[in-house]
């Protein structure tokens, strides 16, 4: 297969590549983008292009403008912790081409998934978000840079939180309330989509990618949705659901070392009312889990997020102590 001339093209005047002298591999690029590998004489490298309408059921348009925001992400995280994002070598205004990430590396879903659970990626992934917030914690020029509300409401908002609120009257004003706090906050460079599959793992790195959704805001969003993916993946595999918790306060503990108290508290204490919105989002919004198809577990969370909404607990630690009655542990 071959690329698209309209970045073949650009690629080749920018030396990356010579004429017919290479191969691309279409590559699964989730719900949101397009995505090659390319292979040449010289190098590999990775070739990523948003789409205009994401590939999922429900009708879902967002703004390919988050090529740019994602670019900016990288360039931004990159100046400080450089092996913890893909180096660019392209940038354009419809699609970039980066670092590929293949030799050695997993992502860690894969890995939970496989019963590779263990503590190392969590705490890894709590210490690298710690920094990427404690770094542009208030900064100026990250807030000029993600400046991307609109956006964020588009990808996040709207299709996780609003959605789900639709399919749920007796709540909804508890999840638009949510979604309201979350929108106002301008606090932290926010990742939007921290989840395990975006988080590449090798022995002697970790690796952060899929930075679209790059928004200036509410830093509690990055922890609530890696957590969150936590809790499905205990209630999807319940053989290792105790494997699975245990990984949270690891977590939680490597980012509070980054952040220190003060900042911890304040982002981690708006933490649980949005977790259950997300945990509510990823079973009745525009982008359910793709692995949580049994019904019985579904209705479980539903009923969870609509007894615990109007009055959530008030910590993570507590959050999860009810989820495990929950699974009976």
């Known amino acids: 297969m071959s690329l698209p001339s309209d970045i073949s093209e650009p690629l080749i005047a920018a030396g990356l590549l010579l004429p017919d002298d290479f191969r691309c591999t279409p590559l699964s690029g989730g719900v949101s983008c397009d995505i090659w590998k390319v292979e040449s004489r010289a190098r590999s490298f990775v070739v990523k292009r948003a789409l205009p309408k994401l590939r999922v059921a429900s009708e879902w348009l967002a703004d390919v403008a988050r090529n740019q925001h994602e670019q900016a992400y990288l360039k931004y995280v990159g100046a400080f912790l450089p092996d913890a994002v893909p180096e660019i070598y392209f940038s354009g205004p419809d699609f970039f081409a980066m670092e590929c990430l293949d030799e050695g590396f997993s992502d860690w879903k894969s890995l939970l998934l496989n019963g590779k659970i263990t503590a190392a990626p969590a705490i890894e992934a709590g210490l690298a978000l710690g920094r990427i917030h404690s770094r542009s914690w208030q900064d100026s020029t990250a807030f000029e840079l993600f400046d991307t509300g609109t956006h964020f409401h588009d990808l996040r908002i709207s299709p996780y939180l609003l959605a789900s609120a639709q399919r749920h009257p007796a709540i909804a004003p508890l999840i638009e309330a949510e979604a309201a706090r979350m929108a106002a906050v301008r606090l932290a460079l926010v990742h939007g989509d921290y989840s395990p599959k975006n988080l590449m793992v090798r022995a002697d790195r970790f690796v952060v990618l899929d930075c679209e959704v790059a928004w200036f805001g509410d830093p509690a969003f990055d922890v609530a949705f890696l957590v969150n993916h936590l809790l499905l993946k205990s209630m999807h595999r319940q053989d290792n659901a105790e494997a699975f918790l245990a990984l949270i306060p690891q977590f939680l503990s490597a980012y509070r ?15 649980p009312a949005l977790l259950l919105c997300l945990l509510l989002a ?12 049994n019904p019985g577990h579904q209705d479980s969370i539903r009923s969870f997020v609509t007894r615990e909404l109007p009055h959530p607990p008030a910590s993570i630690e507590e959050l999860v102590t009810k989820w495990k009655s929950l699974l009976c542990l």
């Open 257 to 271: 070392a980054c952040m220190g108290d003060n900042r911890s508290d304040q982002v981690l204490q708006n933490v």
């Open 282 to 293: 990823r079973v009745d919004g525009k982008s359910p889990v793709e692995y949580l198809t």
